[in-house]
C-alpha cells in the first residue's frame, strides 16, 4: 500500500512536470502582416491606399470595368449597338431572357456596392481625423464622394430601387430594404454638389475627379433624372445649366481626331476625357491587372475570343464616314470580311485605334494593344455637348447654341473642322422632336460600345420601339435588370422588378 | 523467411556444438507449450555465452558440458522467455507460456495500441505484404480498395499525381475531407504520397467516432495511422533490396477526326452557316493522300519508372534499427513530365535501461518535379492536344511551332507540342522530419511517453516560359514561389494497464500541444531577356509581377483521456474525452469537448461457443462519438483589409499604387468547430479457424455547424463570411470478406473484398433550402452548376436536360418551344422544357447528377503454387457523375475553335436522323454548356493489377548466399470497364463538392513492371 501511495506521488509529480510544458503554445491570435481596419488609417497615404482601394473593385484583375465584356458590354448586350457570342449566359442579355442568377448580374451589383461601402469607410475616417490638411481632406473628401455617387447613379441606372447603405447599417445589411429611385437620386446629387464645391479644377493626375467631372456627371444625372422612371420634367433645366458651365468654364474640349480618342497612348493627355479609367501594362501581369482587357471584343481570326460584338442593323444605319470607320472591325487578316464572310461587324474602339487604322499589311497586329494601357472612358467631352444639346432643346426648343453643341460632333465625325459649319454635315430647321431623336441617335454613333446606347434607350423610353420587333416579349420594365438573386433573398425588403 | 532462418541457426549450431569440448556435465530435456505439444525449433542457451542448441522436432534438445550454475535461457517466437538455473539437474522439462502479448497481432490506435480481440472501434488495418500488389511507391495508391471505407481516388495520373482519400463520405463544404495522418505518432502534416509502402510495417484506419474521437478537433474525416518499420526482435542485420521497372503506355487514347475529316468539316459548318470554306479541294486531297498531325501522339510517349529501395535493419540487446535509402524514378507519359525522389528514414530504437527506451524516427527527402499544366483550356497540352487541327503541321517551313488561329481550330491554346515541351516548371521539395520518444516504465503497468516531432517542408516552385509557344518575344515570363511549413508537437502520455482478476483497465491521458507557421513569397518577371536565365535571373525582366509574402501561425492545446476496459475478454468497454482548444477559433469557442463511448462482446468468448469449430470469432462492436473538424484558416476570425494585387489601382494612369480595402471575406468571431456525431455498429467474425472472414460496419454520421462561405448581401461591401451553418449526414454500410477457398496440395487461393457504399445527403443550410456554390471549369456559359440542396448530396449538378435532337419529323412540335424568342427547329438540340411552358429557361434547369458514387469495391485474389504467386485486383466505382469539359471544344464549333471528336461526323442533317449531335447551326442556336449533354457516367470497373510472381526456393538462394529472392511482373490498368469518353473516369479537377469535373486531367495509363525483392 505506502509502494502504491509512493508510485502514484511519482507519477502525479511527474505528471505535474508535463503540464508545465504547457506554457509553449498560446491559443490567442497574433496576426502578422495581416491589416486590422480600425486602426489602419494614421497617415495621409493611409488615407490615399484607401482612396485606391475603394477603386480597386472597378479596375481589377479580370474584373469590373477593365474586362470589358464583364461589367457593362454582356449586360449593354439588350442595346442594338452590342451583340454577344452565343453563350447562354451572355444570350440572356441579348435576348431579354433575364436571369437574376446570371453571375454578371451580381458582379454589376457586387462591384459599385464594394466601392460605396469603401467610399463610407473612407469618408467617416477622413471626416474624424485631424493628421491631414483641410485642403488635402477636402480633395479626398471630394473623390470618395464623387464615386460613390457614380455608383449610386450605376446602380439605379441598372436596377431602380436599390438600398442605401451607411456604415451604420452595414452590420446589418440583411435589413437594409431598398430606397425609392427619387430618395436614391436625392443622394447621388448631394454628394455631387458636395464633391463639385471641394474638388479642385484639376488634378496633377489626370485619373482624379475634378469639380468639372463632378459638374459633368451632374448634367448626365440630372438628364436621367428627366427621363424613365422619374421623369422630372424640370431636371432637364438643370441638366443644360450644369453642361453649359462645363462647356463654358473647363478646358476640355473635342479632340480634332476623332481616332486620337482610342490611341491608348493619348490616354493622359487628350483634352476630351473628363473621367475615366486608363489602364496600365506594367505591374499588372501575369493577369492582365489595372489593364483593360481586349480578347473578348476581337474576332478569333485575330485570337480574340469573340464575346461580344456589333449588330449587323446597326452598323447599316450607322451614317458612313471616318467615324464609322473608326468605330468598326469588316476586315480580318486572313482576307475575310463583313458582310461577305462573316455575319456580324466588330467593335474596333478598343483595339488601340480603330481596324482601318491600323495596317493588316502582312497580319501584323504587333501594333495592336491587345491588353494594356487603353481607357475605359466614363464621360467624355463629346458627351457633355450631347447632353446639352438634348437638354437645352427640351427646355428652349433646338436653339443655335444646341445646334452648334450636336454639329461640333457631326463634323468631327466625318474628320472635318469642328468649329467650321457646313451645311452639307450641319443639322438646322428641325422641329423639337425631330432634334431630340437626332442627338439621340447622334449619341449612339458618337458613344457606340461605350455603354451608353442602353442608358439612352431605357430613359428615352425606346426600348420597345428599337428592340421590340425582334424581341415582342419585352415591355419598358425591361429597362431595369432583375436584382440579384441572393441579394432580394437575404436582404429583408429588397424587393425584385417585375416585367 | 521463417524457415530459412531456422535452418541457417540450426547450421550455425551444429558449428558451435562441435566447438564446445570442454565443460562438465550433460543435460536434457523436452520443451513443450502449455498444451503438452512438444515444441521444435526453441533456442536453449546459455546465458552469457554464446553456447546454446535448438530443439528438434520432438521438442527435445541436449546440451553437453554445462556447468551447475550455468543458466538455461529457453526462448522461442510467441512465447514467453524463461531462464532456468541448471544446478545438479541433468533432465530439464520446460513448458513455455503462450505470450499473449507477442502473439496476438496488435492493432495500431490512436496513442498505444490494443489486441485486436480488445478493439471496440471500427479500425481498418492493411499489413505490409497487401501494399505491394501495385507496384507504386506511393501508399495513398496502394491503399486504394483495400479497406472498406475507404475511397481513393487518382484525380489525375501525373507522376506526382493528386489522389484525394475519403473515409466514410465528404463531411464539409469548406473544411476540407482530408483524413488526419498521424505517421508513428506524429501528426506532421506529411501526405500519403511521400510514403514508399516498403517503409510501412502497417496501416491503421481510423474510421468511426470511437477511434477517433480522441483526435477530437483533427478527427472529423478519419485518421490514418502509420507505423514504419524498425528492426524486429533479435534480428541480425538484415539488407533487403525492393525494386522494379516499369513502362507506362496511355490507357487510350480520345477518338479524333483526321486532317481530311476536319479540313472537310470545318468547311461544312461554314458552308452551313454562311461562310466561306476554309479549305480547298486541293488541300483536302492533300490530307487524304499525305494525313495530318495526330497531336496526341506528338505529346505522349511511353513512361518510364524505375523505383529502388534498400533497407537495413537488425536488432541487438541495445538498439533496434531499420533504415532505409530510397530512389525514384518517373519519366511521365506525357513529354517534358517527370518527377523524382530520393529519401532516406533512419529509424532507430534504443534500449537505454530495462526501464527507458528512446526511439528516434527521422525522414529526409528531396522531390524535384516537372510537373505537366493541366485543367487548362490555353496552357494544357491535353486538352490541346483535343482540340488542335489536325491539318496544322507541328512546325511550319521556318522551323517554329506552328501557331493557333488562321480563321479555324482554337484561338488562344497554344500549340500541344510547344505546351509539353517548352514550358520549364522545376518544382523542388525538401522535406525534414525527426521525431523521437522517451518512454519510461514508471513502475509495472504504468508508463510515461513524452514525444516531440519537428516537421519541415520546403518547397521552391520555379516557372519559365519562353517566347516559342505564340511567337510572342517579350511576353517570356519566369518566376519563383518559395514556402515553409514548420510543424511542432509535444505528446506527453501516461499508460496504465492492470489487471484485477478478471477485469483489464487500460487508462490513458495525454496533453498535446501542437504548433504550425507557414510563410511563403513569391515573384516574378516578364520581359526578352529573361531568356538568358530564366527563372535563375529575375532582375533581367523589363517588369515584374508583385511581390507578395504572408505568414501564419497556427497552434492547439489538447487534453485527452481513454480507459478501455474488458471483462475476460468477452465484455469490452472503451471510454475516451478529448478537449481541444484551438487558435483559429473565435474567442467564444477556443476550447471544445470530444466524448466518445464503445462497447464490444467478445461473443466466442463466451462458453457456449468456446469451442465452436465454425464460428471460431465473433465479436460486436458498437460506438457513439463526437469529433471535430478544425480546418479553417489563422485568422479567419479577424476583421481583416485586404492588400495586394486586388487592392491596387493606376491613381495616376502609369502604374498602380498599393491599396487597401475592405476583405471580400468578412470577420466572423463566433466561428467554431464543425462538429461531427457518428454511431457505428459492426461485427467481426471469423469461421473454420480463419479461413472466412468477415468484418461489417453501419454507420451514421451527422455533421452540424457546418462551415460554409455563406454568401453575404454584397451590398454589404463584403461578398461572403464563413459561417456555422447547415448538416450533412453521411451513412452507409462497409463489408470486408476474406476467405481462402482452396489450401491443398500446395495449391493456395487468398480472395478478399471490400464493399463500401455511402449515402451523403445536405440535410439543413440554415434559412436556405438551397443555393449555389459555383462554376467550376471556366467555360462561357458553365455558370451555377454546382449547388447545396437541402435533400440532395454535397454538390448536386444542375442543368439543362439534354434528350437529342429535334428530328425532322418533329418540327412543328420544336416551332413551338423557344429559347430567348428564338424557336428550335430540327437539328437543334433538344433539352427538357421541364414545367411545360414551351419556353426553354432557367425555370428548366433541374438537377442532373452528382459526384458521389453509389458504392465501390475491390477485390482481391492471391493464388500460390509452390514457388509462384499470382495476385489479380479488381476494382471499382458505381454511380457517379462527371462533367467531361474537355469534350465540350472537342464536339462542338464556336467562336472558340472547331470540333475535332469524330462525334461531330455523325451531326444531324436532313439525311442523318436518328443521332444525338446537334447541326452546326443547332448548337450555334442553342449552347446551353450546363446541359446534361456533358455529364456522363463515370462508373468504372477495372482489373487494376494482374501480378505474378515467382519466389526462389531455399536451396537456390543459399546456393547464391542471399536470404530470398522473388521476382515478379506486374500490369497495372490493363483492363477498364467503363461508359465514360473522357481518357480516365476517376479524373476530377476538384474533389468532393467540386469533384466530378474533368478538365483534361492527366491521362491514366496501363503499366507494365518487372519486379525484384531480395534480402541478404
Avoid at chain 2, 530459412?4 to 564446445?20: N, V
Avoid at chain 2, 492533300?286 to 498531325?293: L, Q, S
Avoid at chain 2, 501516461?494 to 510563410?519: D, G, M, P
Avoid at chain 2, 461485427?683 to 453575404?712: S, V, W
Amino acid at each position: 500500500m505506502r509502494n502504491l501511495y509512493r508510485y502514484l506521488k511519482n507519477t502525479a509529480l511527474t505528471a505535474l512536470s508535463v503540464v508545465a510544458l504547457n506554457a509553449c503554445v498560446s491559443l490567442e491570435e497574433e496576426p502578422i502582416g495581416i491589416l486590422a481596419p480600425d486602426s489602419f488609417y494614421k497617415t495621409e497615404s493611409d488615407f490615399q491606399a484607401g482612396l485606391n482601394g475603394m477603386l480597386s473593385p472597378m479596375w481589377v484583375s479580370w474584373g469590373g470595368y477593365s474586362f470589358n465584356w464583364g461589367v457593362f458590354q454582356i449586360p449593354g448586350a439588350m442595346a442594338d449597338d452590342i451583340a454577344t457570342a452565343p453563350h447562354d449566359a451572355f444570350l440572356q442579355f441579348d435576348r431579354f431572357n433575364y436571369d437574376p442568377n446570371n453571375g454578371q448580374i451580381s458582379n454589376l451589383w457586387g462591384i459599385h456596392y464594394a466601392v460605396i461601402n469603401n467610399a463610407n469607410i473612407l469618408i467617416s475616417n477622413l471626416e474624424t481625423t485631424s493628421v491631414i490638411s483641410e485642403e488635402k481632406k477636402a480633395h479626398l473628401l471630394g473623390q470618395a464622394k464623387f464615386w460613390r455617387a457614380n455608383s449610386y447613379f450605376i446602380l439605379t441606372q441598372w436596377f431602380g430601387e436599390v438600398p442605401i447603405i451607411t456604415t451604420e447599417n452595414r452590420s446589418n445589411a440583411d435589413k437594409v430594404g431598398q430606397s425609392p429611385v427619387a430618395d436614391v437620386y436625392d443622394a447621388i446629387v448631394l454628394d455631387l454638389q458636395d464633391a463639385e464645391s471641394t474638388l479642385p479644377p484639376s488634378f496633377p493626375e489626370r485619373i482624379r475627379p475634378t469639380s468639372w467631372a463632378a459638374k459633368s456627371l451632374l448634367s448626365k444625372v440630372y438628364l436621367t433624372m428627366a427621363g424613365w422612371p422619374l421623369k422630372e420634367a424640370s431636371a432637364y433645366k438643370l441638366a443644360r445649366d450644369k453642361a453649359k458651365e462645363v462647356m463654358d468654364g473647363s478646358s476640355y474640349a473635342l479632340e480634332a481626331d476623332f481616332k486620337d480618342l482610342w490611341i491608348a497612348d493619348n490616354g493622359l493627355t487628350n483634352s476630351e476625357f473628363i473621367f475615366f479609367f486608363k489602364g496600365v501594362n506594367s505591374g499588372g501581369w501575369p493577369n492582365p491587372g489595372a489593364s483593360f482587357y481586349h480578347h473578348a471584343s476581337r474576332h478569333p481570326k485575330e485570337a480574340g475570343w469573340g464575346d461580344f460584338f456589333s449588330e449587323a442593323t446597326f452598323y447599316n444605319n450607322f451614317p458612313d464616314g471616318y467615324r464609322k470607320d473608326v468605330s468598326f472591325t469588316t476586315s480580318w487578316p486572313d482576307g475575310t470580311s463583313f458582310p461577305a464572310d462573316v455575319a456580324e461587324p466588330f467593335v474596333a474602339k478598343y483595339r488601340d485605334a480603330g481596324s482601318e487604322i491600323i495596317s493588316y499589311e502582312g497580319t501584323d497586329l504587333t501594333g495592336v494593344n491587345s491588353e494594356g494601357y487603353a481607357s475605359y472612358v466614363h464621360m467624355r467631352f463629346a458627351d457633355v455637348l450631347l447632353i446639352f444639346a438634348e437638354a437645352d432643346n427640351q427646355v428652349n426648343g433646338p436653339t443655335g447654341e444646341a445646334y452648334e453643341a450636336i454639329n461640333q460632333v457631326r463634323r468631327r465625325a466625318l474628320n472635318q473642322d469642328i468649329y467650321t459649319p457646313d451645311p452639307a454635315v450641319d443639322l438646322s430647321g428641325l422641329s423639337k422632336e425631330a432634334f431630340d431623336k437626332a442627338v439621340i441617335d447622334e449619341r449612339a454613333w458618337e458613344l457606340a460600345f461605350e455603354e451608353k446606347r442602353w442608358f439612352d434607350l431605357v430613359r428615352k423610353e425606346l426600348i420597345v420601339e428599337v428592340k421590340g420587333v425582334e424581341y415582342p416579349h419585352i415591355n419598358q420594365n425591361f429597362g431595369h435588370l432583375p436584382k440579384p438573386a441572393l441579394e432580394v433573398e437575404q436582404i429583408e425588403g429588397l424587393e425584385q422588378n417585375t416585367y | 523467411m521463417n524457415k530459412i532462418r531456422h535452418y541457417l541457426l540450426f547450421l550455425f549450431l551444429q558449428l558451435t556444438l562441435a566447438l564446445g569440448a570442454f565443460a562438465q556435465s550433460t543435460i536434457s530435456g523436452v520443451v513443450k507449450d502449455n498444451a503438452g505439444t512438444p515444441l521444435p525449433g526453441v533456442t536453449v542457451a546459455i546465458v552469457g555465452t554464446t553456447y546454446g542448441t535448438t530443439t528438434d522436432f520432438n521438442g527435445k534438445y541436449t546440451l553437453t558440458e554445462v556447468t551447475a550454475d550455468a543458466k538455461l535461457r529457453i526462448s522461442f517466437i510467441g512465447m514467453v522467455t524463461q531462464e532456468i538455473l541448471v544446478g545438479n539437474q541433468s533432465t530439464i522439462d520446460i513448458q513455455l507460456e503462450t505470450d499473449y502479448e507477442e502473439l496476438e497481432e496488435v492493432v495500431v490506435v490512436g496513442y498505444g495500441t490494443v489486441k485486436k480481440s480488445d478493439v471496440t472501434g471500427s479500425v481498418g488495418s492493411i499489413k505490409n505484404e497487401d501494399l505491394n500488389t501495385l507496384p507504386v511507391a506511393r501508399a495513398d495508391q496502394a491503399l486504394q480498395g483495400r479497406i472498406a471505407g475507404v475511397e481513393v481516388q487518382n484525380n489525375d495520373s501525373a507522376p506526382n499525381g493528386h489522389t484525394s482519400i475519403r473515409i466514410r463520405g465528404a463531411n464539409s463544404v469548406v473544411g476540407g475531407n482530408a483524413p488526419l495522418i498521424v505517421l508513428d505518432g506524429f501528426q506532421s502534416g506529411m501526405s500519403l504520397n511521400q510514403i514508399n509502402p516498403n517503409d510501412i510495417a502497417s496501416i491503421e484506419v481510423l474510421k468511426d467516432a470511437s477511434a477517433t474521437a480522441i483526435y477530437g478537433s483533427k478527427g472529423a474525416n478519419g485518421v490514418i495511422l502509420i507505423t514504419t518499420k524498425n528492426g524486429a526482435k533479435e534480428q541480425k542485420p538484415t539488407i533487403s533490396y525492393n525494386g522494379f521497372v516499369q513502362i507506362q503506355q496511355v490507357a487510350k487514347k480520345i477518338d479524333l477526326m483526321n486532317a481530311a475529316d476536319y479540313a472537310e468539316t470545318v468547311n461544312a459548318n461554314r458552308t452551313e452557316l454562311g461562310g466561306n470554306e476554309v479549305f480547298t479541294p486541293e488541300e483536302i486531297q492533300g490530307f487524304k493522300t499525305n494525313g495530318g498531325t495526330d497531336w496526341q501522339d506528338e505529346i505522349y510517349r511511353n513512361g518510364f519508372t524505375q523505383n529502388h529501395h534498400l533497407g537495413i535493419s537488425g536488432a541487438s540487446e541495445m538498439l533496434n534499427y531499420n533504415i532505409s535509402a530510397e530512389f525514384l524514378d518517373t519519366k511521365g507519359v506525357i513529354e517534358g513530365s517527370s518527377y523524382n525522389r530520393y529519401s532516406l528514414r533512419p529509424n532507430l530504437s534504443f534500449k537505454l535501461s530495462e526501464k527507458l527506451k528512446l526511439n528516434l524516427n527521422s525522414y529526409i527527402a528531396r522531390e524535384v518535379d516537372h510537373p505537366t499544366t493541366q485543367n487548362s483550356f490555353t496552357d494544357s497540352p491535353i486538352f490541346a492536344s483535343q482540340v488542335w487541327a489536325p491539318t496544322k503541321p507541328v512546325y511550319d517551313e521556318e522551323g517554329n511551332y506552328s501557331l493557333p488561329g488562321g480563321g479555324y481550330g482554337p484561338v488562344a491554346t497554344g500549340n500541344p507540342k510547344a505546351l509539353a515541351v517548352e514550358p520549364v516548371r522545376d518544382n523542388f521539395t525538401n522535406r525534414l522530419s525527426i521525431n523521437g520518444d522517451l518512454n519510461y516504465k514508471i513502475i509495472d503497468g504504468l508508463t510515461l511517453n513524452i514525444m516531440g516531432g519537428y516537421n519541415q517542408f520546403d518547397y521552391e516552385n520555379n516557372y519559365f516560359n519562353n517566347s516559342k509557344i505564340l511567337q510572342n518575344p517579350g511576353q517570356e515570363t519566369a518566376g519563383i514561389a518559395v514556402g515553409r511549413t514548420t510543424t511542432l508537437q509535444n505528446t506527453n502520455m501516461l499508460n496504465y494497464t492492470k489487471s484485477i482478476e478478471k477485469h483489464n483497465f487500460n487508462v490513458t491521458a495525454v496533453l498535446e500541444q501542437q504548433y504550425e507557421e507557414r510563410n511563403w513569397s513569391e515573384s516574378g518577371a516578364r520581359g526578352e531577356l529573361l531568356n538568358a536565365g530564366g527563372y535563375n535571373g529575375l532582375q533581367m525582366g523589363s517588369e515584374y509581377l508583385l511581390p507578395t509574402s504572408s505568414r501564419s501561425k497556427r497552434t492547439l492545446l489538447s487534453y485527452m483521456g481513454r480507459v478501455n476496459y474488458n471483462y475476460d475478454s468477452r465484455y469490452l468497454l472503451t471510454v475516451t474525452a478529448r478537449s481541444d482548444g484551438s487558435s483559429v477559433f473565435g474567442a467564444n469557442n477556443k476550447r471544445a469537448f470530444f466524448p466518445s463511448v464503445a462497447l464490444g462482446w467478445n461473443v466466442t468468448n463466451e462458453e457456449f461457443l468456446k469451442t465452436s469449430e465454425t464460428l471460431t470469432n465473433l465479436k460486436i462492436r458498437g460506438s457513439w462519438g463526437q469529433v471535430g473538424n478544425q480546418a479553417i484558416a489563422p485568422y479567419t476570425t479577424l476583421p481583416r483589409l485586404r492588400t495586394g494585387a486586388s487592392a491596387q489601382f493606376p491613381i495616376n494612369g502609369m502604374n498602380l499604387s498599393s491599396g487597401v480595402a475592405i476583405s471580400p471575406t468578412a470577420a466572423n468571431p463566433d466561428l467554431k468547430w464543425e462538429t461531427t456525431t457518428q454511431a457505428n455498429i459492426g461485427f467481426d467474425a471469423e469461421f473454420f479457424g480463419g479461413k472466412i472472414q468477415a468484418t461489417f460496419d453501419y454507420y451514421n454520421k451527422l455533421t452540424e455547424d457546418l462551415l460554409q462561405n455563406a454568401p453575404l448581401p454584397k451590398t454589404s461591401g463584403s461578398s461572403n463570411v464563413l459561417r456555422n451553418i447547415g448538416k450533412v449526414e453521411n451513412k452507409g454500410i462497409e463489408l470486408y470478406i476474406g476467405a481462402t477457398p482452396v489450401m491443398s496440395g500446395g495449391f493456395e487461393w487468398n480472395t478478399g473484398i471490400t464493399f463500401s457504399r455511402n449515402r451523403n445527403e445536405v440535410v439543413d443550410l440554415g434559412d436556405v433550402e438551397e443555393m449555389p456554390i459555383g462554376n467550376g471549369g471556366g467555360l462561357p456559359g458553365f455558370n451555377n452548376v454546382i449547388w447545396l440542396e437541402t435533400g440532395q448530396p454535397m454538390g448536386v449538378f444542375r442543368g439543362y436536360e439534354y434528350s437529342g435532337v429535334w428530328t425532322s419529323a418533329e418540327a412543328d412540335e420544336a416551332a413551338k418551344v423557344t429559347s430567348g424568342g428564338v424557336a428550335f427547329f430540327p437539328g437543334a438540340p433538344k433539352y427538357v422544357d421541364q414545367n411545360g411552358d414551351g419556353v426553354i429557361d432557367d425555370e428548366d434547369i433541374v438537377n442532373i447528377g452528382n459526384a458521389h458514387p453509389n458504392f465501390s469495391f475491390g477485390w482481391n485474389n492471391t493464388f500460390k503454387y509452390k514457388g509462384f504467386d499470382l495476385t489479380v485486383f479488381i476494382q471499382g466505382v458505381q454511380g457517379k457523375d462527371t462533367w467531361n469539359l474537355s469534350r465540350v471544344r472537342a464536339e462542338i464549333t464556336n467562336n472558340d475553335g472547331d470540333a475535332t471528336s469524330t462525334k461531330i461526323l455523325n451531326r444531324w442533317s436532313e439525311d442523318n436522323q436518328n443521332t444525338d449531335v446537334p447541326s452546326f447551326q443547332g448548337y450555334n442556336a442553342f449552347s446551353m454548356t450546363n446541359s446534361s449533354r456533358w455529364l456522363e457516367d463515370a462508373s468504372y470497373i477495372r482489373i487494376k493489377a494482374i501480378n505474378l510472381g515467382y519466389t526462389f526456393s531455399d536451396e537456390m538462394v543459399s546456393k547464391l548466399g542471399i536470404g530470398s529472392a522473388r521476382v515478379y511482373l506486374n500490369g497495372t490498368n490493363l483492363f477498364t470497364f467503363t461508359n465514360y469518353s473522357g481518357y480516365e473516369p476517376e479524373a476530377s479537377t476538384g474533389t468532393d463538392t467540386w469533384g466530378g469535373i474533368d478538365m483534361a486531367s492527366y491521362p491514366s495509363q496501363k503499366s507494365y513492371t518487372l519486379g525484384l525483392n531480395v534480402t541478404f
